[in-house]
């Protein structure tokens, strides 16, 4: 809803009403109705408080007239492109189509509105955001066409700022009291006012004015108030200067309450916050606590947070407390390893009181090649100790001798010596199995069975023994050979013999290829038989030295020749060879299959399995070239056809990688991925691609006009043929603008969506407006206000001083504790309205023996004795003998004959 505010002259109205009645005036030259003028001496810097009874007749329900105005529109204007839709003439056409107001596109109007209606998309409409119920003499305006609603003629709690109060006020059959809306049923007469004193005239009691009493003292029952009498609303009370009074409970100015509350007397009915003041917030794990009411929360005592989590050596953040003032106290770690400092310790741990030690070691076990000086302690229960260098030690390898310590390079200690090999075995002796002494020589096993010379030439097979001694086996030479005598003979010392020759004698030497064969003295001077050598190289026809065999006689056998090449004589064979039998044969063949471009007619053989054709001139033949066509054997027996070539690509081909088809054809293609037009508008991307068979084609991606977007439509959408649509608009559908402060959000001809504004600025009762949110239906959702000055309707033992609104935007009145009430008990007396809120007086007896009853104020009415009269002018007196004595006040003195009633004009 759309909230107006009042007009000046409305508000002047409200003023000038509220200076009426017979109350105070408003003081001198101020605008501020609170500021009343109570004459001379009174402070108006300081709050007024009533604690008497409330004066309907001085409390008038003003109501304003709400004045309105319709609110204006902008009207629309139309984009000029949107209604040329592109045209390139320069010729505006005006669209008015459907609009009967606002711009016609090209800088007119459709029309104006009138009769209070205002332009809406095009349509003059009455705005109907201004409804609401009337009564009184109010005119509350329905829509902005200016149509009164309905007047509430009677509204059952009565009529307040123009609409029907929500209560029933019940006072059927009460002349006086409250009512159940916060008003009062009526008033009982007469009261005046004298200085400090009040003087009472009828009371209130049950519905019904009855005789109060006495006059009414107006002195103060609080130390923090002054105490004044007014003429129409009884005594009142305001605040002292330097003083609070909070929840009728008086305290002095710098007065606290809690850690952040203190009273500041520029606000005397509440606690004020007492920005920046050093506080405690109860948090010890904080520092520079501070009442703060600007970190958001709320008002606040709260410092600066910080965390014990940060230990020191041998001290663990479990169970860490903290001190308040940014350090912390921590419990020790005890058992914790930890590091002492001293390398020459192991096992730190930490202590209960909160040191590191460790159990102490030293360093006096060096390790082989180690030296103890020098050494340092690693903290961990071990040393480094430093190299023994060329200290005499056993690298424990027998294959090494004169062993000493040494550095590895790394600072560790290694033995090593000087490396050698048994590898020189004696007589008889073998390097396998030898072993070092560790001294540099070896100790090598025996041999045995191994060949060795024992110095004697007619022994043979010399051998070692066990032992490492040389036997051999002894022979003698009397068997000579052939050619040789034993006469002279002499030992080889390997079981032969060195013979003399016997020379000229005849003999055999098994060589089938030698004749005239004698013994005779080798080149070596040893006997042998020779012969004079003769070779076998002249084979016959067919025949091969490779396997020819001496006779021994100067003659040969030479074998076949077999597969040897050779000619039969006849040119229709070929592969000619020699056969085992020593004869040269060949494969026939005949002259029937012709090459390309040749013919068998007139073919002749050559010999070698081909043939010699005739050139087949003029037949068809393939020249193997994929780009020439008609094909034809010429009289060079080569074959040509005519050229040709592929540039000439069809739609979506390429030259590029295009083959000819031997036939005058070609085989393009496809230009792949180039961009093309399939003419399909609901096809995106197209490109070109191979089709079948891989002949050219192009291809788009195939799409539908389905999702349309926020105030558009899918009837009548149609393809932009690169994947996007166009869709109309969907004018009028219901949208969300995103707006909650809009309600009727509707689509425009543009697509924009867009509702109808409003304002969240007429909170509820005890609501405000501060952070107000729209709910988007045209209703708002206010805050509760605890600080609205809605609570103004106490009951009679409540007090507006205090009074507070509350989250569930109810009031809560403090209790007017001690303020004069009637409990309707005749036999009470000082009745006062007590904490719980309830009117209670002292409790007394009447024990007149002529049957009194009690009259309110702590005396009793006197009966006559016929027990048939009663007399009260609030002066008469009641004797316990005589009854009740008329004053000389209202009437003649002595008592009332017996039948008549003392009232103030007399006995009647």
């Known amino acids: 809803m759309t909230h107006r505010l009042l007009p000046v002259f409305a508000v002047l109205s409200i003023l000038s009403a509220c200076g009426g009645g017979t109350g105070p005036t408003l003081e001198p030259g101020s605008s501020d109705p609170n500021r009343r003028d109570y004459g001379e001496g009174y402070d108006y810097g300081r709050p007024e408080f009533n604690f008497g009874d409330r004066d309907t007749d001085a409390e008038t329900d003003m109501v304003a007239e709400e004045a309105v105005s319709p609110d204006s529109h902008d009207n629309d204007i139309l984009d000029i492109d949107e209604i040329t839709q592109g045209r390139d003439d320069g010729i505006c056409e005006p669209n008015c189509q459907g609009r009967n107001c606002g711009g016609d596109g090209c800088g007119g109007t459709c029309g ?30 329905f829509d902005s066409c200016g149509q009164a609603g309905e007047v509430v003629a ?65 002195e103060g029952w609080l130390v923090c108030t002054d105490n004044y009498c007014d003429p129409v609303r009884g005594c009142l009370e305001r605040i002292k200067k330097n003083y609070c009074l909070i929840d009728l409970v008086c305290h002095r100015a710098q007065a606290t309450q809690g850690k952040c509350l203190v009273c500041d007397p520029a606000h005397p009915t509440e606690w004020s916050f007492n920005e920046g003041h050093p506080c405690d917030d109860g948090n010890t794990c904080s520092v520079n606590d ?52 001293d390398p020459c310790t192991i096992n730190d741990v930490c202590q209960a009181d909160k040191s590191c030690r460790g159990s102490t070691y030293q360093c006096d076990s060096p390790g082989f090649c180690q030296t103890k000086v020098g050494a340092i302690c690693n903290g ?86 066990d032992n490492k001694s040389c036997v051999g086996t002894f022979y003698m030479c009397d068997d000579p050979p052939e050619c040789a005598t034993a006469e002279g003979a002499t030992c ?75 000619d039969d004589g006849d040119p229709c064979t070929y592969g000619d060879n020699c056969r085992p039998n020593k004869m040269c044969l060949g494969t026939s063949y005949s002259c029937d299959e012709p090459g390309f471009c040749e013919t068998a007619d007139g073919a002749i053989c050559n010999g070698d399995g081909t043939c010699t054709y005739e050139i087949a001139v003029w037949e068809s033949c393939d020249d193997g070239d994929a780009c020439t066509f008609d094909d034809m054997c010429q009289l060079d027996g080569s074959c040509e056809g005519v050229d040709y070539s592929c540039d000439n690509p069809p739609y979506c081909g390429t030259v590029v990688g295009a083959t000819c088809n031997g036939d005058g054809t070609c085989k393009y293609p496809p230009d792949s991925e180039a961009e093309c ?59 969300d603008d995103g707006e909650l402060c809009t309600y009727n959000d509707t689509c425009k001809h543009d697509k924009t969506c867009s509702g109808v504004a409003y304002t969240c600025e007429d909170p509820g009762f005890c609501e405000t407006a501060a952070g107000a949110a729209c709910l988007g239906n045209g209703d708002c959702l206010y805050q509760p206000d605890p600080a609205a000055a809605d609570c103004d309707a106490p009951g009679y033992c409540e007090t507006m001083v205090g009074a507070k609104c509350l989250e569930d935007r109810s009031c809560s009145y403090p209790p007017a504790v001690g303020r004069p009430c009637n409990d309707a008990n005749m036999c009470t007396h000082s009745d006062a309205c007590d904490a719980n809120k309830q009117c209670t007086g002292t409790v007394y007896q009447c024990k007149n023996r002529l049957n009194p009853d009690c009259n309110g104020n702590g005396g009793c009415y006197c009966l006559h004795e016929s027990g048939s009269s009663v007399c009260d002018d609030r002066s008469d007196v009641c004797d316990p003998e005589i009854g009740c004595i008329c004053s000389t006040k209202w009437g003649a003195a002595g008592p009332c004959p017996e039948g008549r009633k003392c009232r103030r004009t007399g006995c009647l």
Not at 202 to 214: D, L, R, Y
Not at 521 to 545: M, R
């Open 677 to 735: 037009d399939d003419h399909d508008p609901c096809t995106w991307d197209d490109k070109c691609k191979a089709g079948a068979g891989g002949v050219p084609v192009c291809q788009g991606f195939f799409y539908t006009c389905s999702l349309p977007g926020a105030c558009e439509t899918a009837v009548g959408a149609m393809c932009n043929g690169d994947g996007t649509c166009y869709y109309p608009p969907n004018t009028d559908a219901p949208c």
């Open 290 to 341: 501070q009442c703060r009411s600007d970190l958001g929360g709320g008002p606040q005592c709260i410092g600066t947070r910080y965390s014990c989590d940060a230990p020191g050596p041998c001290e663990t953040a479990e169970g860490a407390t903290c001190n308040g003032d940014g350090t912390c106290t921590y419990r020790a770690s005890v058992g914790v390893r930890c590091d002492d400092g």
């Open 380 to 465: 961990d229960g071990t040393c480094t100790y430093q190299v023994d260098v060329g200290a005499a030690c056993n690298d424990k390898n027998l294959c090494t001798f004169n062993d000493v310590c040494m550095d590895d390079g790394f600072g560790n200690g290694i033995c090593a010596g000087t490396a050698y090999e048994c590898e020189t075995p004696g007589f008889c002796e073998k390097a396998e199995g030898a072993t070092c002494k560790g001294d540099g020589t070896c100790n090598y096993p025996a041999d045995a069975g191994a060949p060795c010379d024992d110095g004697l030439a007619c022994t043979h097979g010399d051998k070692c023994l």
């Open 154 to 218: 009677e509204c059952r709690a009565g009529c307040a700022n123009a609409r029907c109060k929500n209560c029933v006020p019940q006072c059927d059959g009460k002349e006086c009291g409250p009512d159940q809306c916060g008003g009062e049923c009526g008033d009982c007469p007469g009261s005046r006012c004298d200085g400090l004193t009040f003087l009472l005239a009828e009371k209130c009691a049950e519905g019904s004015c009855v005789p109060s009493g006495p006059e009414e003292n107006c």
């Open 492 to 566: 080889n010392g390997d079981g032969t013999c060195n013979y003399p020759v016997e020379q000229g004698k005849a003999c055999n030497d098994s060589n089938p290829c030698t004749t005239g064969d004698h013994c005779q003295e080798g080149q070596d001077g040893l006997p042998v038989c020779l012969g004079t050598l003769y070779e076998c190289d002249s084979p016959g026809f067919c025949e091969t030295s490779v396997g020819a065999t001496c006779n021994g006689d100067g003659t040969c056998n030479y074998p076949a020749d077999i597969d040897r090449v050779c």
């Open 112 to 141: 104006e509105c009138d009769g209070g209606k205002i332009c809406i998309e095009g349509v003059c409409t009455c705005e109907p955001k201004h409804h609401k119920d009337c009564c009184g003499d109010n005119v509350c305006w």
